[in-house]
């Protein structure tokens, strides 16, 4: 079996979106199945305001329709709600074939926080907007119960959970060092990977009065203004593989700061590696570590206060933060994303079958009746 993705997330980018679909493809190639990507590599691109790294796609309905053609998929998943993912809508909905989606990102929130504009515009009709883009969809993916809730409350059809999983071989508490990327750390080691953007409200941690090392591990646009204004925390940049996970294991406390993430990969990154989480009581680490995922485990501090979630969290077992993210593996994240699109795709023709047949079986009813309107007349 084959699937198309479209997503206008992919390499070099470097997010949670980027890190779910390279895993799901690697697992789903196990199970027998090839997921192929629309990206915007081959597309002329053009750079997104305010987030340079990030390239928005110039594409055509022809480019598109070829892509699909020479595919021959037997499902189509839309990823993100950027030019690719609406072009394939478009294409998909032209052709009467099914589609999948998933929502990955709190777009309405991030908007909020960077356009100069009342919140409760900003929000609806950013809500509307992605209520439009998902409503002809088989099937809308989301992370969390949570935001599963959400959706539904906000008249999103269709709403399945898909979860997520973590590497636990690449992420593992023996990788944890005192000098590390050439630098001796002054212990207890605070950590946050994460764009380093204004909606992951990283300002949040770095203003907090903390003993020890304050260590931030990303890039982006808000990155030169924060490391001027704290200098007394490390920003180390972007890292991947390896030397991402040698930083994850020789921190003490992972500190999540933001309230718009849908899922947060990182707080399960960090848990493998033997990482308690400090975090605001949002969405998504209280759907992740809270009682909504695996139980009520004892992996993290969630408070209003994050300095007390901080100095919380030193106190925690790192074994136990192991234990918890070993049962989360990608291979099962996989299998249900397999399931929920070859479904979705399989349900949706199957409506659209039933629809015709009631055509069919009402227009035979109509011609019939007319024939035996006009024998009586006559």
């Known amino acids: 079996m084959k699937i198309l993705v479209a997503t206008d997330a992919w390499h070099p980018q470097v997010n949670g979106v980027v890190r779910t679909l390279g895993q799901v493809a690697h697992e789903a190639s196990a199970l027998g199945t090839d997921l192929e990507f629309l990206t915007p590599q081959g597309f002329w691109t053009l750079p997104m305001p305010g987030y340079p790294e990030i390239r928005l796609s110039l594409t055509g309905p022809g480019d598109i329709e070829r892509r699909l053609d020479r595919t021959r998929a037997d499902c189509v998943h839309i990823a993100t709600e950027g030019p690719i993912g609406l072009a394939v809508r478009r294409v998909c909905i032209k052709r009467g074939m099914p589609f999948t989606t998933s929502l990955h990102t709190r777009f309405p929130d991030y908007l909020a926080e960077r356009l100069p504009l009342p919140k409760r515009w900003t929000t609806e009709l950013a809500w509307a907007w992605l209520r439009r883009f998902h409503a002809q969809s088989a099937a809308v993916l989301v992370a969390t119960p949570t935001l599963q809730r959400e959706l539904i409350a906000r008249g999103f059809n269709n709403v399945k959970l898909w979860s997520r999983g973590v590497d636990a071989q690449m992420f593992r508490p023996d990788r944890r060092r005192d000098v590390i990327d050439g630098r001796q750390l002054s212990r207890p080691v605070f950590l946050t990977v994460?764009?380093?953007?204004?909606?992951?409200?990283?300002?949040?941690?770095?203003?907090?009065?903390?003993?020890?090392?304050?260590?931030?591990?990303?890039?982006?646009?808000?990155?030169?203004?924060?490391?001027?204004?704290?200098?007394?925390?490390?920003?180390?940049?972007?890292?991947?593989?390896?030397?991402?996970?040698?930083?994850?294991?020789?921190?003490?406390?992972?500190?999540?700061?933001?309230?718009?993430?849908?899922?947060?990969?990182?707080?399960?990154?960090?848990?493998?590696?033997?990482?308690?989480?400090?975090?605001?009581?949002?969405?998504?680490?209280?759907?992740?570590?809270?009682?909504?995922?695996?139980?009520?485990?004892?992996?993290?501090?969630?408070d209003e206060d994050l300095q007390a979630a901080c100095l919380g969290a030193l106190e925690l077992d790192r074994a136990a933060c192991r234990d918890f993210a070993e049962r989360l593996t990608w291979k099962a994240c996989t299998q249900t994303f397999l399931d929920l699109v070859t479904e979705g795709a399989r349900a949706w023709r199957e409506k659209r079958t039933r629809k015709e047949r009631l055509k069919t079986l009402f227009a035979s009813a109509r011609a019939r009746a007319r024939r035996r309107g006009g024998r009586a007349a006559a």
């Open 194 to 302: 994460g764009r380093v953007a204004v909606e992951k409200n990283i300002e949040a941690f770095l203003k907090l009065d903390l003993p020890g090392t304050k260590l931030v591990v990303g890039d982006g646009p808000a990155r030169a203004q924060l490391e001027k204004a704290y200098p007394d925390a490390l920003f180390v940049g972007a890292k991947q593989g390896d030397e991402l996970a040698n930083f994850y294991a020789s921190a003490d406390v992972f500190v999540f700061p933001s309230r718009t993430d849908t899922f947060g990969l990182v707080l399960l990154e960090a848990l493998a590696s033997g990482v308690p989480v400090a975090a605001f009581p949002a969405d998504a680490p209280r759907d992740v570590i809270g009682q909504s995922l695996l139980g009520d485990a004892a992996v993290g501090v969630l």
